[in-house]
């Protein structure tokens, strides 16, 4: 009898972890017995505490997704409408619509191959007089050069900003994500490896920026009746923060079961040819939250969607995580004057190469190893 490849259920990509269900459940009738369910409740204000104390930042203001966090720290920033900010087209498309969607033109830079993150000598390239910000992606959790980027933006006494939508948990030269730039802003939705079921974080240690900020999330009150600033509605609910806290407790225990997989995942692709692990920094504490190949259709003998397609067929639901990179995507394609002066080749070839496989606590090693054998059967298949 053939040896069965298929799955008997679909294995996602971005599967919850879920932490102590029991506990959940306390806070959540807790924040009923108290009443207070939203607006700067006391699980809120718990879970900003614990979120700054990990990542030894000053000020934690939570949201209620990293895309709000992205658009209340560029403004908190004194990033305005009809500015221009600089930011990779490889990253997840919120990163580019979050400016967008405030009238902020992105103008797109390409990226260094091995970090997937912004490359500081195209930024460079890319900054004329109406470049008012530089928004640098830690993608898939590994961290920009922030020096570079930093020293780019002094020069020109621009804000700098980090997307960390990715990178909770993870550290640069030995130094927490979240205190990098002018602000960062972590994403805390359901397929992060923590996860507040929706939700994220804007980590400053500007003091001002942070009161900034923490007003506009809240329609720019900054006390009663007392509007300082034009806000929007971006609070994180007493609900979200209860879920928060409780992955929290469990941070540790989903990145060594992510480090696992992807030790595994290493291990039994080994030797695919054209098909490798994108790795982690060196010597950096890492989530671990994404679970990337790479596929070089020319030694592979196949290109990444046949394989992503194979996988579907057998229940395997990989994901493109990121392709097409932000400027060929429709709105920005339409205008690329405005948004890509130039060609983007790393990003571009990147693009048609990484594919995102299943990991954290909704996958074991028997799944990982079959879904090993159906990558290590299309390539061989395809190189006869
Ligand atoms: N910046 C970067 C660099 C980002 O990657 C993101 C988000 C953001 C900013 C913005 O963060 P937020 O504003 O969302 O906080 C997903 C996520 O929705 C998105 O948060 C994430 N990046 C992006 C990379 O992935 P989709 O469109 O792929 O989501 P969806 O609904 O197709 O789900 C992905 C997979 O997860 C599927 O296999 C199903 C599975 N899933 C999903 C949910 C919500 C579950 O198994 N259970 C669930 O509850 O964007």
């Given amino acids: ?161 980090f997307d960390a939508a990715h990178a909770f948990g993870c550290t640069r030269q030995g130094k927490p994500i979240g205190g990098f730039g002018n602000a960062e802003v972590f994403s805390f939705h359901a397929t992060k490896y923590v996860n507040s079921f929706e939700g994220g974080a804007i980590m400053t240690n500007d003091d001002d920026l942070a009161e900034r900020a923490r007003a506009m999330r809240n329609m720019g009150l900054s006390a009663e009746h007392e509007v300082a600033f034009c806000g929007t509605v971006a609070r994180l609910n007493e609900g979200a923060a209860a879920m928060g806290l409780t992955s929290l407790e469990r941070m540790d225990r989903f990145i060594e079961v992510n480090k696992r997989n992807h030790e595994l995942y290493r291990e039994a692709l080994a030797g695919v040819p054209g098909v490798t692990v994108r790795p982690q920094a060196v010597g950096e504490r890492a989530n671990h939250q994404y679970l990337v190949i790479e596929v070089d259709a020319a030694e592979a003998g196949v290109h990444r969607d046949a394989i992503h397609s194979t996988l579907y067929a057998h229940n395997v639901l990989s994901r493109r995580y990121f392709y097409p990179g932000c400027h060929q995507i429709a709105p920005y394609r339409a205008d690329p004057g405005r948004h890509t002066p130039l060609p983007l080749p790393r990003t571009e070839a990147l693009t048609e190469r990484v594919l995102a496989l299943p990991t954290g606590t909704a996958i074991g090693p028997d799944e990982i190893a079959g879904i090993a054998r159906i990558i290590r059967r299309t390539v061989g298949a395809a190189r006869g």
């Fill in 1 to 161: 009898m053939p040896e069965k490849l298929s799955f008997d259920r679909p294995l996602h990509v971005g599967r919850p972890n879920l932490g102590d269900q029991d506990r959940l459940f306390q806070r959540l009738r807790g924040a009923l017995d108290r009443l207070w369910l939203s607006n700067d409740g006391p699980l809120v204000r718990e879970f900003e505490a614990r979120i700054a104390a990990i990542t030894e930042t000053r000020h934690c203001i939570a949201t209620c997704n990293a895309t709000s966090g992205l658009q209340i720290a560029a403004k908190a920033s004194g990033i305005s409408t009809g500015d221009e900010v600089i930011v990779p087209s490889f990253t997840w498309v919120a990163t580019a619509h979050a400016l967008d969607w405030v009238g902020i033109t992105p103008v797109f830079c390409d990226v260094d191959e091995e970090s997937g993150c912004a490359d500081p000598k195209h930024v460079e390239r890319l900054i004329t007089p109406r470049t008012r910000g530089i928004l640098g992606v830690h993608v898939f959790g590994y961290p920009c050069d922030a020096d570079s980027l930093s020293k780019l933006a002094q020069q020109h006494e621009i804000p700098l900003l």
